[in-house]
């Protein structure tokens, strides 16, 4: 089963609009971490927020994690068309080994000008 | 120059042929990963090898076969290839050494894998 998941599954939006993304998971984990896969291409890392960190900003990306919710958000702020692409949330739970990364299925982000 | 690098980028091939995807990075990397995408975008490790000894081995069937010939290099070969096979698969690497809390992980480009 998927530790993460996504919230929404799809989300359409003009440029310069607020896009927010969550996350939610199941079990204790390590870390969480962000990542961009645009269309037909390989994911890429935006962000990692430790288990004991709570906020963390990355220029126009906002990440929060509350661990007694077992959730986390992702804010992009001021979007642009560039960032159309599906963003993932992936947990390193904390009895996994190295690397284990656990994703959900993503939220499918459309930035229209 | 590209990362981790994987080929090839696309596949197209019958049931029951055997294939491999070749995976390379160039970052030094202790650890290397394969991960399948299915149709539904869910992204599920499949194997992680650290300096070309085996450490994760998820329940995969053992038609698919990791070889790490050295720490730079894990490939995958797939035999008996089957319909359910059709997917994405990403190669990836990561760096040993870092904290548990903060490493980065670095995928390829993906090869599609298409069984007809």
């Known amino acids: 089963s998927q530790q993460g998941e996504e919230d929404p599954q799809a989300l359409s939006i003009q440029e310069g609009e607020n896009a927010t993304m969550n996350c939610s998971y199941k079990t204790s984990i390590n870390n969480l971490q962000w990542y961009r896969q645009n269309s037909g291409r390989g994911l890429v890392h935006l962000i990692l927020i430790r288990s004991n960190e709570r906020e963390k900003h990355s220029g126009r990306l906002r990440v929060t994690l509350d661990t007694s919710k077992k959730s986390s958000s992702l804010l992009i702020t001021a979007s642009r068309a560039a960032d159309t692409a599906s963003y993932f949330c992936a947990t390193d739970g904390a009895t996994d080994s190295w690397g284990k990364l656990q994703f959900g299925a993503g939220t499918q982000v459309v930035v229209t000008p | 120059d590209t990362a981790v690098s994987q080929t090839p980028k696309y596949l197209v091939t019958q049931m029951g042929n055997d294939k491999s995807i070749k995976c390379e990075q160039n970052?030094?990397?202790?650890?290397m990963y394969w991960y399948k995408q299915d149709s539904k975008k869910f992204l599920k490790i499949m194997f992680s090898y650290n300096n070309k000894e085996l450490i994760i081995n998820e329940t995969v069937p053992n038609r698919f076969s990791p070889k790490s010939p050295d720490k730079a290099h894990l490939n995958l070969h797939i035999n008996s290839l089957e319909l359910g096979d059709s997917a994405v698969y990403f190669c990836?690497?990561?760096?040993?050494?870092?904290?548990?809390?903060?490493?980065?992980?670095?995928f390829g480009e993906g090869s599609w894998l298409t069984v007809v």
């Open positions: 970052l030094g990397h202790d650890t």
């Open positions: 990836a690497s990561s760096q040993d050494g870092e904290s548990w809390y903060d490493y980065t992980i670095y």
